[in-house]
């Protein structure tokens, strides 16, 4: 009999993924596992494993059936040891598009009220202020506003169609991206460089890899601007945190707003969690009440793709 197995989950209930194991033939087990020896020792002999945040390694890989499945709830898969899952002869897919709309709706929002500067115009108020011009200076309005993006593939063209109403000038670096794609979304091309110098805000759309992992590090971060800002729904990787905390303590550039985090949820003695002008979210812009739907949904089918013997909808390419 195949076995279906979720290492962790943080929905209310798995009852889509185990409805269409089941109607399979297939057993199942749901598991909040949190390290990669527990997910190791629960996905043994599994034919499907379903991955949200734990960590599932080599050790993880070579105990799963070969030939087997395994599914990462979401848009990324970094917490998947892909060469071991090759090796073993697993298939890995996920599902990148089930939340597009949502995060581009977050990142949207957190740029737009960090650019008005509402968390500090909110305080200035609660602490007896009223002094708008003082406490927002410098201000740009947004049709002299440089909008960068560091990445521009499917999420940060979705943010880039929220923000056309605005008439931001709007630049971005992307090693995927062509001259002729650029213009016709309406967009500069430029190099990473010259994006960090010239934008007034960069929002970043970039997957972790070893090319952008800790790209936004205290010598480029110097290169901004004073009053930047920087908007993260992407990966925590791509910022040194400690570095970010301390331009922020030092003026070094004026703001952020970050959705991601290289631990999550953010440790207590995070550097971030005192650093100024910085707006956090606790790994929320994915959510919308559709958005869980549609992943389990998704996931539920791929279940059913899997023990027919076909490979996953969205599959990741060794």
Excluded at 91 to 99: A, E, L, N, S, T
Excluded at 246 to 274: C, K, Q, T, W, Y
Aim: hydrophobic share 45%.
């Amino acid at each position: 009999m195949s076995k279906v197995i979720v290492t962790d989950f943080t929905f209310p209930d798995v009852s889509p993924e185990e409805n269409a194991a089941l109607a399979e033939g297939a057993t199942f087990t749901a598991h909040q596992c949190r390290s990669a020896d527990e997910v190791a020792a629960v996905v043994e002999g599994a034919d499907v494993a379903l991955v949200q945040f734990a960590p599932f390694g080599a050790q993880a890989a070579a105990a799963m059936q070969s030939g087997g499945t395994v599914i990462r709830y979401g848009v990324g898969y970094n917490n998947i040891d892909l060469a071991a899952c090759a090796a073993n002869g697993l298939r890995v897919g996920y599902v990148p598009d089930y939340c597009a709309d949502e995060v581009a709706d977050h990142t949207v929002a957190a740029a737009l009220t960090m650019l008005r500067k509402l968390p500090i115009l909110d305080a200035s108020v609660r602490q007896s202020e009223w002094a708008a011009v003082r406490i927002a200076k410098p201000m740009k309005a947004f049709n002299k506003t440089v909008f960068g993006f560091f990445g521009l593939g499917q999420i940060g063209r979705a943010v880039l169609r929220r923000l056309q109403g605005f008439e931001f000038q709007v630049i971005a670096a992307d090693p995927g991206l062509s001259a002729e794609d650029a213009t016709s979304l309406g967009v500069t091309l430029v190099d990473t460089d010259t994006l960090l110098r010239q934008a007034d805000i960069v929002s970043l759309h970039a997957p972790s890899n070893p090319l952008t992992e800790g790209y936004f590090n205290a010598a480029r971060l110097a290169t901004m601007q004073a009053h930047a800002i920087i908007v993260n729904s992407a990966r925590g990787q791509l910022i040194v945190e400690a570095d970010l905390a301390e331009s922020l303590r030092n003026g070094v550039i004026a703001g952020a707003a970050l959705d991601v985090f290289h631990i999550e949820p953010l440790p207590a003695d995070s550097p971030l969690r005192d650093a100024p002008n910085l707006l956090l979210t606790p790994h929320a812009a994915w959510y919308s009440d559709g958005a869980i739907d549609r992943l389990q949904q998704l996931v539920a089918e791929d279940i059913t793709r899997a023990l027919r013997g076909d490979g996953p909808r969205m599959p990741v390419r060794f």
